[in-house]
């Protein structure tokens, strides 16, 4: 709902006419934070995952209240899904730079991981869980 507030007054209207026109729009279903907040998540674990905190920060620059962000993860990215999910990502960086000397995978693995929110500490630990599955045989799948 921030975001539809301050796109109508980037566009010259007045303050009035901006309240008169989310309260309308709130009234008929058009304006769902809820909803909007819900889609956001679901759209960042399936089409480009990041951490916690940075899927948190992305809501909170859009005006979403703390509250709600703070329910809406709870639900929907637990904390407990957050390293799987790291881990998974190390695991398919790790299989796109096969071709690059180990010694340059990992930091590169990290790198790319704490781009997406995740803290260094997760990062290096799954970085090195999946450097170490490509070289025992273990899941190929990335």
């Known amino acids: 709902m921030a975001e ?3 796109r109508l007054i980037q566009r010259g209207h007045t303050a009035h006419e901006v309240d008169r026109t989310v309260a309308q729009a709130r009234s008929e279903g058009l304006l769902d934070d809820r ?3 819900k889609l956001w998540i679901e759209d960042c674990l399936q089409s480009r995952p ?3 905190r ?3 920060v ?3 620059d859009l005006g979403v209240e703390a509250e709600l962000i703070a329910v809406l993860l709870d639900d929907l990215y637990p904390p407990e899904r957050e390293t799987p ?3 998974e990502l190390a695991r398919q ?3 796109r730079l096969s071709g690059v ?3 340059r995978r990992l930091p590169r693995v990290v790198s790319y991981l704490t781009r997406r929110g995740f803290p260094r500490g997760l990062a290096i630990r799954v970085a090195k869980a999946a450097a170490l599955e490509g070289t025992d045989g273990g899941t190929d799948d990335a």
Do not use: H, I, P
Request: glycine fraction near 4%; aromatic fraction near 4%.
């Open 35 to 37: 909803a909007f907040t």
């Open 4 to 6: 539809a507030r301050t």
């Open 101 to 103: 000397d180990a010694d």
């Open 85 to 87: 999910l790291a881990l």
């Open 58 to 60: 992305e809501l909170s």
């Open 54 to 56: 940075a899927v948190r």
């Open 93 to 95: 960086r790790t299989g």
């Open 50 to 52: 990041l951490s916690r």
